[in-house]
């Protein structure tokens, strides 16, 4: 890859280079250049908990892969991954980064994979890009709108592989179910049905000093400044706290929504009605953990969302298990889709060719290895950021609806809501300096 090969950067002129922002890149700039089939793809880890180090395992399985670099702010985590790491390529094989900048400034590397804190994922992601790395991002992509829009910015400007980590579609028990749905074999499209697990409640309140080996402020990073309290960064806990996250209404829902926006394509994309009711822990823990949630589309079918026990009824009578879930429903029949299985009715659905359809969807049997594909431009991402940002921003706009107590009309085009500059406002958030936004 020719254009890794000049004089590695500090990570002082890198820091330099970024500006106040700490994410925009602007002398350490690098052009995105294909990896030839003849190179191995060395790939570095930003964030390597519990998601993480799955990913490093599944990639590691790749003969023409090499881990050679992996980034966290807690030790613990960072030691496990390691340790993962030199079984599969011995001592001293991969180099381990506290900092994000250190790491992104190696001249070696091809592609990154980010499974960060979700307030982290696009300022990560936007200094990969302007590195030039093809990137895997573990989903959701961002905490705010803004976030994720700054970052679709950044990767039309720079033009690197971008594969979010909704693995669904890379599934062919998703894929029949989309290709049924955009081909019209269900008919007119009345209604689509969608649920996930919700966020938990109850997170320790004792304010306490940070464990050691935690780097609690850049932990933190561009989320706000607030004392330490017990377990906060653990996925026990970060998840479900709306500085850091947007609760599973959004971290669980991306899935089930994602494949709902997929099968109905460009039909989703109309103005809608957001309504229902919501739950919303207190305390540490502030995010809905239970909602059941109907979006009119002002010209198709409804969208109704809800969390798992209150979709009890619908995994029920579709013959899927409880905990997730897609149904498509037209007029002329119905397919529903989660992890474990398919069901359809007709049953011929499920044995109907699906060469031959007008609509035609790629079929990948391998997330990761369609990104690999990308890095080396053999094959398009299958969850790019323009195909996948709909549905990322239906699940932001379904919880601000909620906290705004429902009745308000999203338009997806416009990525904003109708005569509503409450919930709009909530669309954005300033980041904590200097982990800034990039300007444009």
């Given at each position: 890859?020719a254009?890794k090969?000049?004089?590695?950067i500090?990570?002082?002129?890198?820091?330099?280079?970024?500006?106040?922002?700490m994410a925009?890149v602007?002398c350490?700039?690098?052009?995105f250049?294909?990896?030839?089939?003849?190179?191995?793809?060395?790939?570095?880890?930003?964030?390597?908990?519990?998601r993480?180090?799955?990913?490093?395992?599944?990639?590691?399985?790749?003969?023409d892969?090499?881990?050679?670099?992996?980034?966290?702010?807690r030790?613990?985590?960072?030691n496990?991954?390691?340790?993962?790491?030199?079984q599969?390529?011995?001592?001293?094989?991969v180099?381990?980064?506290g900092?994000?900048?250190?790491?992104?400034?190696r001249?070696?590397l091809?592609?990154?994979?980010?499974?960060?804190c979700?307030?982290?994922?696009?300022?990560?992601?936007?200094?990969?890009?302007?590195?030039?790395l093809?990137?895997?991002l573990?989903k959701?992509?961002?905490?705010?709108?803004?976030?994720?829009?700054?970052?679709?910015?950044?990767?039309?400007r720079?033009g690197?592989p971008?594969?979010?980590?909704?693995?669904?579609?890379?599934?062919?028990?998703?894929?029949?179910?989309?290709?049924?749905a955009?081909n019209?074999?269900?008919?007119?499209?009345?209604?689509?049905?969608?649920?996930?697990?919700?966020?938990v409640a109850?997170?320790?309140?004792?304010?306490?000093?940070?464990?050691?080996?935690?780097?609690?402020d850049r932990?933190?990073?561009?989320?706000?400044?607030?004392?330490?309290?017990?377990?906060?960064?653990?996925?026990k806990?970060?998840?479900?706290?709306?500085?850091y996250?947007?609760g599973?209404?959004?971290?669980?829902?991306?899935?089930?929504?994602?494949?709902?926006h997929?099968?109905?394509?460009?039909?989703a994309?109309?103005?809608?009605?957001?309504?229902?009711?919501a739950?919303?822990a207190?305390?540490?823990?502030?995010?809905?953990?239970?909602?059941?949630?109907?979006?009119?589309?002002?010209?198709?079918?409804?969208?109704?969302?809800?969390?798992?026990?209150?979709?009890?009824?619908?995994?029920?009578?579709?013959?899927?298990?409880?905990?997730?879930?897609?149904?498509f429903?037209?007029?002329?029949?119905?397919v529903?889709?989660?992890?474990?299985?398919?069901?359809?009715?007709?049953a011929?659905?499920?044995t109907?060719?699906?060469?031959?359809?007008?609509?035609?969807?790629?079929?990948?049997?391998?997330?990761?290895?369609?990104?690999?594909q990308?890095?080396?431009?053999?094959?398009?991402?299958?969850?790019?950021?323009?195909?996948?940002?709909?549905?990322?921003?239906?699940?932001?706009?379904?919880?601000?609806?909620?906290r705004e107590?429902g009745?308000?009309?999203?338009?997806?085009?416009?990525?904003?809501?109708?005569?509503?500059p409450q919930?709009?406002?909530?669309?954005?958030?300033q980041?904590?300096?200097?982990?800034?936004?990039p300007?444009g």
């Open positions: 890859m254009n090969k000049s004089r590695p500090s990570r002082r002129s890198f820091i330099a280079a970024a500006g106040i922002g925009a602007s350490a700039r690098q052009q250049s294909p990896t030839s089939k003849e190179e191995t793809i060395q790939i570095g880890f930003i964030g390597t908990g519990n993480g180090r799955y990913i490093l395992g599944e990639l590691m399985r790749f003969r892969v090499r881990i050679v670099a992996l980034c966290d702010v030790q613990d985590q960072l496990e991954a390691l340790a993962l790491a030199e599969r390529y011995g001592s001293n094989a180099t381990r980064y900092h994000h900048e250190d790491l992104l400034a001249e070696d091809h592609g990154v994979v980010i499974a960060s979700d307030h982290w994922h696009v300022l990560h992601a936007i200094a990969a890009a302007e590195r030039g093809g990137i895997y573990e959701p992509m961002g905490a705010r709108m803004n976030e994720v829009k700054a970052l679709r910015s950044a990767l039309h720079t690197v971008f594969q979010l980590g909704v693995q669904q579609r890379s599934d062919e028990r998703f894929h029949r179910a989309v290709m049924l955009r019209g074999c269900l008919g007119e499209m009345r209604e689509v049905l969608a649920w996930c697990p919700p966020s109850g997170a320790p309140e004792e304010q306490t000093a940070p464990p050691p080996g935690l780097d609690y932990w933190l990073g561009p989320a706000p400044a607030v004392p330490y309290t017990r377990e906060r960064e653990t996925n806990w970060w998840w479900h706290i709306s500085d996250a947007a599973f209404i959004l971290g669980w829902g991306i899935h089930p929504i994602d494949i709902a997929w099968g109905l394509g460009e039909a994309l109309v103005p809608m009605k957001i309504d229902g009711t739950t919303y207190k305390g540490v823990c502030d995010c809905a953990t239970r909602w059941d949630i109907a979006a009119e589309l002002e010209k198709g079918p409804v969208i109704r969302f809800r969390s798992t026990e209150e979709a009890a009824p619908w995994s029920e009578k579709y013959s899927l298990k409880p905990e997730h879930g897609t149904v429903i037209g007029d002329r029949g119905w529903a889709v989660c992890r474990s299985g398919i069901t359809a009715e007709p011929s659905l499920l109907l060719p699906l060469d031959s359809l007008p609509v035609q969807i790629p079929l990948r049997q391998n997330h990761l290895k369609n990104y690999l990308a890095i080396r431009g053999l094959e398009p991402a299958i969850a790019p950021i323009d195909d996948t940002v709909a549905g990322e921003f239906f699940c932001h706009a379904c919880d601000i609806a909620m107590g009745g308000l009309v999203w338009d997806p085009r416009r990525e904003e809501f109708r005569d509503a919930a709009n406002a909530r669309c954005s958030r980041n904590r300096p200097p982990w800034l936004l300007n």
